[in-house]
């Protein structure tokens, strides 16, 4: 635990006039995860490499900012792949994509560079080979993500998607006995659990991954949500609205009792969430930058909460390297040696 300087010091009128120092808890880890940092670098790398444009299907990842720095940078987000010219370099994002829009690619001469997620393409795997095995395919999400989406598109003719307990008691499958399911990355761990659970119940042979489908850093900042929460009274989530794993995490702070909210930067923060309150815990979500986070404390700072107590959960050190075909289209760019896989 450390305390954390952003700004100056300073503390603004309503913190002198308080005789009770307001804090804030830091939650780490917090923000970008590796996936993330990849998706994002691959994009800023291909930016430099190659000049704009250069297309991107869908949002790299789920943050407006990023998505709107890219986009400054030269970057064009498209919604599908038909909406990219003919012959051009197309991007995906780090949620994945459908065999279909990779067929559709190849129908369109795109030179592709993939960013998906390799936990993401992990899950896509195992979807391939409980199909290829004869299993009926359950695969637990929501149903509009990105990351659904592309799953599903696998197997979909043996796989159905359900976001519920209640759902479960609905399927049915041509053989109870060959059942097997996979998660969506960024599900909340106690709404897994629950829906694996009712599965189980209802299919007794069913089985699932060799390891969780659910990523490290969805998994981290929960905990750390978790260990946190009942310390404070408000829980900031730094993160957009379409970002599933960021939405996961104030759903744990109210299931824990503690109000929380999902903020995209600290204009969106309402100063009556601070009124009465002496302890603020905030965090970011997988996909939000860390300018966002120091952003949100110095309005923090300037509001009375004085004291910044960073608070480690758990270490987090993974790194992915960048794909084949971005390393070696770089080394060809440059007339050299392809740059090394970071």
């Excluded at 297309?55 to 919604?79: C, D, M, P, Q, T």
């Excluded at 051009?88 to 030179?111: C, D, F, T, W």
Aim: charged content about 25%; proline content about 6%; glycine content about 6%.
């Amino acid at each position: 635990m450390k305390k954390i300087d952003f700004d100056a010091p300073g503390t603004s009128p309503s913190s002198g006039a308080s005789p009770v120092e307001k804090t804030v808890l830091l939650l780490k880890p917090r923000g970008f995860c590796a996936g993330v940092v990849r998706a994002i670098d691959i994009v800023r790398i291909a930016l430099e490499t190659f000049g704009a444009p250069i297309y991107v299907r869908r949002e790299i990842v789920h943050n407006r900012h990023v998505v709107n720095e890219l986009a400054a940078k030269g970057a064009i987000f498209v919604h599908e792949i038909d909406d990219v010219p003919e012959g051009q370099r197309v991007i995906y994002s780090a949620h994945g994509v459908s065999p279909a829009v990779r067929e559709m690619s190849k129908s369109r001469n795109l030179k592709v560079i993939d960013a998906t997620c390799p936990l993401v393409t992990k899950v896509h795997i195992e979807a391939v080979k409980f199909a290829l095995d004869g299993h009926a395919l359950v695969l637990i999400g929501h149903r509009d993500h990105d990351e659904i989406e592309g799953t599903l598109g696998e197997a979909p003719d043996v796989t159905q998607v359900v976001s519920s307990v209640a759902e479960v008691e609905a399927l049915e499958v041509p053989d109870p006995n060959r059942v097997a399911y996979l998660t969506q990355t960024t599900l909340s761990l106690t709404e897994a659990r629950d829906i694996i659970h009712a599965l189980k119940q209802k299919f007794p042979n069913i089985v699932g991954p060799h390891s969780q489908d659910i990523c490290y850093a969805t998994e981290n900042r929960q905990v750390a949500v978790r260990n946190i929460a009942n310390r404070a009274d408000l829980v900031l989530v730094v993160g957009s609205v379409t970002s599933s794993n960021s939405k996961r995490l104030v759903e744990v702070s109210r299931n824990l009792g503690t109000i929380g909210y999902l903020i995209d930067d600290s204009s969106a923060i309402s100063p009556e969430w601070l009124e009465g309150v002496k302890t603020v815990a905030v965090t970011a979500g997988a996909s939000a930058p860390e300018v966002l986070v120091e952003d949100v404390i110095n309005y923090l700072r300037h509001n009375g909460f004085s004291n910044v107590e960073e608070m480690e959960v758990m270490p987090e050190n993974v790194r992915f390297g960048l794909p084949p075909e971005i390393v070696q289209a770089i080394g060809s760019a440059k007339g050299g040696a392809p740059t090394p896989v970071r």
